[in-house]
């Protein structure tokens, strides 16, 4: 990734601490933080609008378990130890694990370990609907949860990066074209089936300042600087056809709507109508707030499937709580504040209910459990040679972040 990218990482985090950046004695660990959560789509992210650093998410993800010790106002911070089987027995948790020899597996929450066949999977490790899917520089490969080698996808070039759908149903290919003026999209189904010949459930291409973020069969949610170019007005605007935005070909390829959030302030949403298969039902985006009875009820009209309010309110929710380094906002770290900031790798919660830090080799990281409006601060004690937890977008029983 970029050195000016990089340096803005890293100064946000020390402004967040009112001090200066550590160094690490590992620069690729930074890296490695920064990739785990998929390196190009946060570096556009971060490009889009410097004042948007605080939507930084850096890390993959992993989960904690309740109950924490909760701070002593009078002492700081405190933390409890929490081991791999509490967690595990707890939360389901799930780790990548290296076995000294270069082969990962998943040790999942039943203490079972699952080989995933690919070189390093640097990019992250996502547990899908049915399968997880493994991410390195060049590939993507799925492996069932009972070990069953699926299918693996070549990445088209260096800078294609992915997308998980919240659910895990779907993921998408994304790759920029070389002036980083527009992104292909290729949205594909999980399988494990090597006779399903990869086939592509949706293709468009929009223009690079947009960003996908989920989408349902019906409606797409992208992010964009919003405020950039209109402040935040409320009423119809046609950024599609100043900025060329590609909404038609979103149309052209199944979706029935587009909701496009604010990056800075998610909960200001632009809504526009598609036909599906042909394009623009109707010029313009209606704008303003998430929570208004127009967007309500734009979202409604324009999907047919009645799902799109909650799918755009989730994200807007999930988002909200993710971006933002830390999730709680002035929470007390006490005597691991330090720690907390200036360790190299940075794990975040898609579902936005806890962070994780830490190093390879440390013997604890810790824990950040934002699932309620004081948080709380754990140590957890990973398996022997963890290199990251698992990012779960399965939806199961996930409660909705605080």
Known sequence: MSGDIESLLRSEMAQRVDAAPAATED???ADLAIAGAGRIRHRRRVAAAASGAGLLVLGAATFVWQPWV???PQEGTLAADTSTTEVQNEFAMEFVVED???RYSVLNSEGTSVAIDVASPDYG????????????ES???FTGFDGAAGE???KPT??????????GTQFAMVTPDAAYTVEEHRLQDVTLADSAGQAVDATFTTAYALTLMDWSASTAVFTADLQGVNGGGIGEYHF???FKWGLESVGAAGFESVAVTDLEDPGYVCVADLEAGVGLADDGEQCGSLDSAVIQDELVATASDDAAPELVREYVEYSQATYTFPMIEDFDFGEYQERYFETGLYWTDPYGRWELTGNLGDETWLLLDASTEEGSLSELTPPAGAVMPVLDYTRLSRPRPR
């Open 27 to 29: 620069p690729g660990l």
């Open 70 to 72: 909760a701070p002593d």
């Open 100 to 102: 000294g020899d270069g």
């Open 125 to 136: 490790v996502f547990r899908l609907d049915g399968a997880y899917m493994a991410e390195t």
């Open 139 to 141: 590939q993507v490969a």
């Open 152 to 154: 693996v996808y070549e």
């Open 158 to 167: 260096m800078e294609t990066y992915t997308r998980v759908n919240y659910g």
């Open 240 to 242: 599609d056809e100043q």
